[in-house]
């Protein structure tokens, strides 16, 4: 007699689905979880391969490692798990890579904090965000991560940045720009929301520094016409990026200074209100303006007047509604249209950043001018005249800004505004005095951040060369070993304090020359780094070929808070790559999918820095990664938020373990080898699920496809007693195949304990059978003189016959019978019964 032992006896029990004392096996998502996430990583289970036969690249906006993860990160990757995992399902070969967006100010600062290096604090949140991703189980390729902190990356990062200094798209420039005083840092505009820091909060200043650019306005209209490649993308992204790249038809006419002659260009988008300009402004910045306040005796006011200026944000200085700031300069611009001075002011609504710095002023047909222009007793002259013509500029309570005709306009008089504007620029092309422009809301990108920790910009300044790069053999150019991070008040980097960091030879010419110290803004390090995944080329930043097998990314998945920055900003390198010859496509993402954020009840959106946010691991320790999957997913529509306080991960454990035992209970029947036949209810009942589940996947409707899949489930438990043994395996493989992206654990799990290969994920998708999905009945509608009385669901081979019992039958229909007399019965088979009565 031959004995077993305990754990030979445990792992024939598990496999059966059955405890060594003959008992059925509870679903127990702490003994379930834990050592197939162990398995996964070890054997790296989803590794795409090299030579993809049939490639899909599911791409998920790679995270921030400030600590680690918490519930509402958890919604963004089980989406994106889901969507990678029904691709290896449906038979792709499947790259769903992973890396950490690893430099930046939170890294910085926490350390500061910590009093530890930020390359500590970075890489030990990576180890404890690797850890919890694998936790949680998802389908990563773990051979090909990155950070792009690591040398061997922003190597690369720094060698785009030469790449695009050769083409003339990185320059350097003095400007005022955006100061984060809590920071100490330079701010990107798109970095400011609401007139604050986006790290911080803090209120945002101006401040004159020279600075390093990356020219995306060179591709503002290509980034535009190419949105019609982005049929993937919602309307609101869109019209977000749309609208910062903010693309404007008009005129630049020059106004002369009638006191010393200087022209002043200005741009507007209403050349056909010309006629009713009345006085003209600049910017508090424009380098004219301290010029002419010098000339007219006013330069202390105006120095008084400028620094206040300068402390106001941006949005509080162009707001409508407020008491506006301004002054007279003492001089007259004249108006080129007809030979008139008007005033020269200088107002705080005038930005130095859009447009030319100077405006034509027409306050009857612009808000913000009439508002000045009423403060400030300037007068206002109507030159769009609405249609009953009733508008007077000296009682007017607010511009028009309507359709209308052009009046006191010259020899325009009478002409539709609409049409005067291609008119009235004509004229000024033919008179010498203006030409058709286009304008951009859009500003070049501000790169240089005055910060330790981010990628070294590789320049190096000479007194006689001017700025030299790099050479690429030197690269990378590494970050120096130092302990005092704390930022400089005057602005400068803290690298500027490693003398012998610092300190370098001209590259041209080898005379003493020093390091640019700023570093580059992160958003630099996240707008290629999808490329990199395809191959990690040792000696390339892009290897073509790979890139070429893989790309476009066929969906990515992330938050709509990056419409603007990282998705712009990507889609600009992208188009700079193509034209370097490296990629072959002018789009990364042709499919985007933007979810909603988690929510934690009254205070808000789930967030490490507001302290609400429910940390992801004892959520996994206590439920199980599944449970957590499911709960988020089934919470609604993908693009709408989540409120964690609505949700019932208790209720989700509970619908999984009815899964385990449904299919632990008919593990025996399932093992049935032969195919299934025939039409039975649960085969109607599986495909039915099968037809709605997988057009829910292709939509990213994973609520709806939840939901299907719990009516399968009840219908299984139902029908599995009295349906054959191979209609009962085509079920419940249907349920765990589909299940299984979205609660890999479970699933994989009970595909083994019913004698399946082990990787359910390439255990293919269940097929749908037509004929077992078309519906066989019909609703019957029964009328008494025309109006309906009932319905009734009846086969769609019914006869005549038997739609008259049913009708007469009907208790709906007998009520309103009423013992009357049945004139004719008109039947159409088999959707309509008519009994016409009297």
Known sequence: MTGETASEASARASASGRSAAGERERYDPGAVEPPLSEEWARQNAFAAPEAPKSPRYALDMFPYPSGDLHVGHAEAWAIGDAIA????????????????DAFGLPAENAAIKRGIHPREWTYSNIATQTATFKRFGVSFDWSRAFNTCDPEYYRWTQWLFLKFLERGLAYRKGAAVNWCPSCRTVLANEQVVGGLCERCDAVVTKRDLVQWFLRITAYADRLLEDMSLLGGWSDRVLAMQRNWIGRSEGAEVAFAVAETGEEVPIFTTRPDT??????????????????LAERAGLRAEFETFLERVRRRTEIERVATGRRREGMFLGAHARNPVNGEPVPIWVADYVLMEYGTGAIMAVPAHDQRDFEFARQEGIPVR??????????????????????????????????????????????????????????????DWLISRQRYWGCPIPIVHCRDCGEVPVPERELPVLLPEMDDLTPAETGESPLAKVEEWVSAACPRCGAAARRETDTMDTFVDSSWYYFRYCALDPERAVDPEAVRRWMPVAQYTGGIEHAILHLLYSRFFTKVLHDLGLVGFAEPFPNLLNQGMVLNGEKGAMSKSRGNAVDLMPTIERWGADALRITLLFAGPVEDDVDWADCSIAGSNKWLGRVWRLALDNAARAGSAGAPSGASDLRRATHRAVAGVTEDYERFRFNTAIAKLMTLVNESGDLAPRSSGEDVREALDAILRM???????????????????????????????????????????????????????????????????????????????????IVRTVVVPPRLVNIVVR
Not at 89 to 98: Q, S, T, Y
Not at 277 to 282: C, G, P
Not at 780 to 796: C, H, L, W, Y
Request: glycine fraction near 14%.
């Open 382 to 443: 109507v030159v769009i005249a609405p249609g009953d013509g009733t508008l007077d500029g000296d009682t007017m309570a607010e511009a028009y800004d309507g359709p209308g005709v052009m009046v006191g306009s010259g020899e325009f008089d009478g002409t539709p505004a609409e049409r005067g504007k291609a008119a009235v620029t004509r004229w000024l092309e033919e008179k010498g005095i203006g030409t058709g422009r286009v304008s951009y809301r859009l500003r």
């Open 739 to 821: 299940l299984a992206p979205m609660a890999p654990f479970a699933c994989e799990a009970l595909w083994r304990r019913l004698g399946r290969e082990p990787g359910i994920h390439r255990g293919g998708w269940p097929q749908v059978d037509p004929a077992l999905v078309r519906v066989d009945t019909h609703t019957m509608v029964v009328q008494v003189n025309g109006k309906v009385r009932d319905r009734i669901e009846v086969p769609a081979a019914v006869s005549e016959e038997r739609m008259r019992e049913l009708a007469l039958g009907s208790d709906k229909v007998g009520a309103h019978l009423g013992g009357r007399q």
């Open 274 to 291: 010309l006629w009713g300009v009345t006085f003209f402004v600049l910017a508090p910045e424009h380098p004219m303006a301290a010029g």
């Open 85 to 100: 995992r029904f691709h290896w399902a449906r038979g792709h070969d499947v790259l769903h890579p992973i890396g950490f």
